[in-house]
């Protein structure tokens, strides 16, 4: 028999609107995202599952100095306690806290193979060991000695802490990464002793900026290494507002080889680049022949890093080569700053360097002010059973009586000794064999020392200058532990300016250089066949297309387009499709209206004036070098709009200008009657009824006038046989006899 579902009575039938259970739902998400996963706390530096996992290892006892635990006892008890999500979250968690080429200063002391700088992953939990180090041990520190709070754990059997006491810089000195939800946070790892000098700074000046911090603290200092090339006023400017990047370039020296041959070595690489993938990408990229300086790459890595470059000859610039890697692979890498992090563990604030290290030091006092109280708590329970044990000695005999003789001794020791619960309890919970131990002078040192520990923990308590002094002190401590000196403290990245280089020289460098013919269908499909080819009859093109123009270029040469609307756009042969199949649609490769096609397309060559004119018979000379754009956008320089548009374009040389219409009717005029202009509308050139401009070509007056026929033979005419043609700019012109039918010169721009 099948189940009955019975519908709920209408009054348990809560309508809520969709929007707002949404926006409910999707708030709590965020929220929870931002507070307990991605952003770490300015504090201590942890987000929830590193600070879980290092207070599991602190109850399993896993201090510096004693023995390994399998990491499979370390994931599963921080899983089962405090953390309850995937075990690999946790490892993984775990791990990078482990690698000392993804933390600059190691959580986790690991034991196995916590996998490489390659990207190889590590071993299975279960083959892994770890304990903790003594950056963990410093975080620790004080955390029995109620220096912060606790909160129950996700099913209340126990606590754990909001917060570690965080006696070492672990926000800046680690860095963290990490997206929320509407935020992210990205802080590259720095050096501890210099962020100790900053922060010992901050103490004595409270309200000192961070511009004045960076006297200490130059810039991150990645685990591996690099040097860092931007300018000191953007590192600046980054550490001030808490936004910016840094531009990290990797370490390479170059190594002579006999025969006067020689390889760079690449020693150290950007932070959080994989080193097979680099290498995989500089591989791909010598296939491709993007790297022509190039000869070979090699990975000659043992424990430390060693990529070697072999370039294509001995004669290439071994800066230029590199020049050409920093900029197509991860050689160079940009490492943003977001120094968006969680202020008093609940707000999430994107904040400067001064104020970061501010709300450490705040941290490290309310923890050293926690931990005083916590000890005076302890002297005063102390004093009051030492007052205790010292009345019992006085009275031993009547203590013991009252012991042997009643039945509830402890009321009628209180009241026979005035003595409080706490002191009775101790005298009652007393060992036998500690009485003879309880020999009055003991106890009066003991309690002597103790009320001056007292007085000197009070005098602390009341006096802000004085737990100055302290946090100082513990911070020099931490200095002093990872100083300049020390293997872990030394700086690893350093500075230095970008090396300047011809950019027309770093552009070549990436392409080889051979010689090309670049093919143009009408229909505006472009392809480069390698080598002049001078016979293009056996070249397919798509159905209803043929062959527009061709013309030789070389693979490093640049291109200019001219459209119809008026703009210039440039264009590389290098990015050009090569000779299979019928190339691509130019428009792949330049932004052009979609109403725009191509009135002419050849190589820019520099230093030449062309005299361009659009179909209203309008035109002006324009310069070669007012023509190149830099964007894809292209570069207006003839104003048209629909229907005129830009339709000629031809060199201009010479001192005479012939302009045909599509009226089959000339004009020639001399070239010094149109101005020079690097952008505008131009002048009439021809004057037209019901015509349009069809051609514009220039020539010298002492060479005649020269043109193509249909069949591609050269014809020309003297300025004598032109005379009937010859006038001023804007006039109407006569019927051509003997120009070809096209209306056009068959000059194309050279």
Excluded at 400 to 415: A, Q
Excluded at 419 to 424: F, G, N, P, S
Aim: hydrophobic fraction near 40%; aromatic fraction near 6%; proline fraction near 5%.
């Amino acid at each position: 028999m099948g189940k009955t579902l019975i519908p709920p009575e209408p009054n348990e039938v809560h309508e809520v609107p969709l929007r707002d259970a949404l926006e409910e739902r999707y708030l709590a998400y965020a929220l929870s995202t931002i507070m307990h996963r991605a952003l770490p706390d300015a504090r201590d530096g942890l987000k929830p599952v590193h600070r879980r996992i290092l207070y599991g290892m602190r109850l399993l006892n896993l201090n510096p100095g004693t023995a390994f635990k399998k990491s499979a006892k370390i994931v599963g008890d921080v899983m089962g306690s405090f953390h309850p999500h995937g075990d690999q979250a946790i490892y993984d968690a775990m791990v990078r806290l482990a690698q000392d080429f993804n933390s600059r200063y190691p959580l986790v002391d690991g034991q196995g193979n916590f996998g490489n700088i390659d990207g190889d992953n590590p071993a299975a939990y279960r083959y892994t060991e770890a304990r903790m180090t003594d950056v963990a041990r410093l975080l620790l520190d004080g955390i029995d000695e109620e220096g912060v709070d606790f909160k129950p754990n996700y099913d209340g059997q126990t606590n754990e802490p909001v917060v570690l006491p965080g006696g070492f810089p672990n926000l800046l000195a680690n860095g963290a990464q990490g997206i929320a939800v509407g935020m992210a946070t990205s802080i590259p790892p720095h050096n501890a002793a210099e962020l100790c000098d900053a922060a010992l700074h901050l103490i004595e000046k409270p309200e000192a900026k961070s511009k004045s911090l960076l006297r200490w603290v130059k810039g991150p200092d990645f685990p591996t290494g690099g040097i860092i090339i931007d300018s000191k006023e953007a590192i600046a400017e980054a550490y001030v507002t808490g936004r910016g990047a840094f531009r990290v370039r990797a370490r390479w020296t170059q190594e002579e080889g006999s025969r006067g041959t020689w390889v760079v070595v690449i020693t150290e690489i950007p932070y959080l680049v994989q080193k097979s993938r680099l290498i995989e990408k500089i591989a791909e990229l010598l296939n491709e022949k993007k790297l022509p300086l190039v000869g070979d790459v090699r990975d000659e890595s043992a424990e430390d890093v060693r990529l070697v470059i072999e370039p294509k000859s001995r004669n290439v610039d071994p800066e230029l080569m590199m020049e050409s890697l920093f900029r197509l692979t991860e050689l160079e890498s940009k490492i943003p700053l977001n120094l968006n992090v969680l202020m008093n563990g609940r707000v999430p604030r994107v904040v400067g360097l001064a104020e970061c290290l501010r709300e450490w030091l705040d941290h490290l006092r309310d923890v050293l002010i926690r931990r005083w109280n916590y000890r005076k708590t302890q002297i005063e329970h102390r004093l009051e059973v030492l007052g205790g044990y010292l009345i019992a000695y006085l009275n031993i005999d009547k203590v013991i009586k009252i012991i042997r003789t009643e039945d509830e001794p402890k009321p009628v020791l209180m009241k026979t000794f005035k003595l409080t619960e706490i002191q009775a309890d101790s005298i009652l919970n007393m060992r036998l064999r500690n009485l003879r131990k309880l020999e009055e002078m003991e106890i009066r040192t003991e309690d002597k020392n103790l009320r001056n520990e007292l007085k000197g923990v009070k005098s602390l308590l009341g006096s802000e200058a004085e737990q100055w002094t302290r946090v100082g002190e513990q911070v020099k401590k931490v200095r002093d532990m990872f100083g300049p000196k020390t293997p872990l403290g030394k700086r690893r990245t350093t500075f230095a300016d970008a090396p300047e280089h011809d950019l027309a020289a770093i552009e070549e460098a990436f392409v080889e250089r051979e010689p090309v013919t670049v093919v143009v269908s009408e229909k505006g499909w472009v392809r480069t066949m390698k080598g002049h080819m001078a016979d293009l009859s056996g070249l397919a093109f798509k159905t209803d297309d043929k062959l527009g123009q061709a013309f030789f270029a070389e693979s490093t040469s640049k291109l200019l387009l001219f459209a119809t609307n008026g703009k210039f756009y440039s264009l590389d042969v290098a990015k050009l499709p090569g000779g299979r199949g019928h190339g691509e649609p130019i428009r792949m490769f330049a932004d052009m209206d979609q109403d725009a096609s191509i009135v002419s397309l050849f190589v820019n060559k520099g230093g030449r004036k062309f005299l361009i004119a659009n179909s209203e018979g309008q035109g002006f000379m324009v310069k070669e070098e007012d023509c190149v754009g830099n964007t894809r956008k292209g570069k207006q320089v003839m104003n048209v709009t629909m229907p005129n548009e830009a339709c000629a374009i031809c060199n201009a040389v010479g001192d005479t200008v012939a302009v045909i219409g599509s009226n089959h009717k000339m004009v020639v005029f001399p070239l010094d009657q149109v101005p020079e202009m690097a952008r505008g509308r131009g002048v009439r050139l021809q004057k037209y009824t019901s015509a349009k401009l069809s051609d514009v070509t220039t020539f010298d007056a002492r060479e005649g006038l020269a043109w193509k026929d249909s069949a591609g033979r050269d014809q020309g005419m003297s300025m004598k046989e032109l005379a009937d043609w010859v006038g001023n700019r804007a006039d109407a012109g006569r019927l051509a006899h003997g120009l070809p039918k096209s209306n056009k010169f068959g000059r194309a721009v050279e």
